[in-house]
């Protein structure tokens, strides 16, 4: 069994900075690719950044130039730095990892943007 565990997320105004990290629970299973997804009130969820399995990254183009996913060597930890935060990233954040075929998802974690 395995479980993707996230943390780092809170309340933080307007031009802040946040950190997300998400860990593999079992480091012996190899999850690739991770990457993380976003879910504001009313909305779908939307891809944030990715790596892909050859560990090149895809952005969202409304988060590109502000945040940086980055990701350990063994694909057990992937971190995302979010910089320049605005009211509209507000949104419950969640890690993905493809386990094979089947997709794992983190429980997610709130992030809250004041203006």
């Known amino acids: 069994?395995?479980?993707?565990?996230?943390?780092?997320?809170?309340?933080?105004?307007?031009?802040?900075?946040?950190?997300?990290?998400?860990?593999?629970?079992?480091?012996?299973?190899?999850?690739?690719?991770?990457?993380?997804y976003r879910q504001a009130p009313g909305k779908e969820r939307e891809l944030v950044a990715t790596f892909n399995r050859d560990s090149s990254v895809k952005y969202a183009d409304s988060v590109k130039g502000r945040f940086t996913i980055s990701k350990d060597k063994a694909w057990n930890t992937v971190s995302l730095q979010m910089n320049s935060l605005k009211p509209e990233d507000t949104a419950v954040y969640y890690c993905m990892g493809l386990y094979g075929t089947v997709s794992l998802w983190g429980q997610g974690t709130q992030v809250t943007v004041s203006s």
């Not at 593999?24 to 299973?29: A, E, F, G, K």
């Open 1 to 36: 069994q395995v479980q993707l565990v996230e943390s780092g997320g809170g309340l933080v105004q307007s031009g802040g900075s946040l950190r997300l990290s998400c860990r593999v629970s079992n480091n012996r299973l190899t999850i690739n690719p991770m990457g993380w």
